[in-house]
């Protein structure tokens, strides 16, 4: 049997006065949502998706199509709010969340949000950036070093947002003991590279400070955005004092 060892961290940045991020985090559910729109609009539409998630029951026994409705339940809210005050309607936010049963993530994804995961000391990315970016290079007209720096990197093609149809990546993530997996908001991934993302999650096993890290290496390079972090630790059941085998001493 396998536990979870959870930290969770929020900071608006060195360049935007208010954070549009919104964090969910429980026993079994964590999310990240990454509101848009301006005008503290994004911030509402953040706010609306983790109201959603959290109504949610953890001990739902299907929890991909529990994350497909609350997608749903977020845009028709959204779309409803967009209805009745003109100025909400370009409001959106991303959505990435990871659902516990007690052996592997249900994972529900849409925008560019991430979750990243390192097991046995190698850093993957399991969710795929929903931009414009990001199809150009699956269809392999740009390279990732390319799309890295592109100055359009944040256009998102999908997300949750007034007027538009939900359409989340959902699927199941197998999860080992030792995997540590992290979902942030794009003020990170934007400007902390993967290969430091990599060494900032393996060189600490405590998780609030591993946390402290990835936000203080995002504001070191401007904090353009608001950044939010969650890293999830999963740990033998009843042993909190366990250690992973990748950690870098």
């Not at 049997?1 to 961290?9: D, E, P, Q, T």
């Amino acid at each position: 049997m396998h536990a979870l060892r959870y930290a969770v961290g929020t900071d608006p940045g060195l360049r935007r006065e208010a954070n549009e991020d919104s964090v969910y985090f429980s026993d079994r559910l964590f999310a990240v949502a990454d509101g848009m729109g301006g005008h503290a609009y994004g911030e509402v539409a953040s706010s609306i998706a983790i109201a959603v998630l959290a109504d949610l029951d953890p001990e739902a026994d299907d929890p991909l199509g529990e994350l497909n409705g609350a997608a749903r339940e977020i845009a028709i809210r959204l779309t409803d709010l967009a209805e009745e005050n003109f100025d909400m309607r370009g409001m959106g936010t991303t959505l990435t969340a990871l659902w516990w049963d007690g052996e592997r993530f249900a994972v529900g994804h849409i925008g560019d949000s991430r979750c990243y995961l390192v097991r046995d000391g190698e850093l993957t990315q399991v969710t795929r950036d929903h931009t414009m970016v990001q199809a150009l290079v699956d269809d392999g007209r740009m390279s990732a070093e390319q799309a890295g720096e592109h100055p359009g990197r944040s256009m998102l093609m999908r997300a949750l947002q007034a007027g538009s149809a939900h359409d989340p990546d959902l699927f199941q993530q197998d999860a080992a003991e030792g995997d540590r997996y992290l979902i942030c908001s794009d003020g990170l991934s934007d400007v902390v590279a993967p290969a430091e993302i990599a060494e900032l999650l393996t060189a600490s096993a405590d998780g609030d400070e591993t946390v402290r890290m990835l936000i203080e290496a995002a504001n070191a390079r401007g904090g353009p955005d608001n950044i939010t972090c969650v890293v999830v630790d999963v740990v033998p059941a009843g042993n909190a004092s366990w250690l992973p085998k990748w950690l870098r001493r």
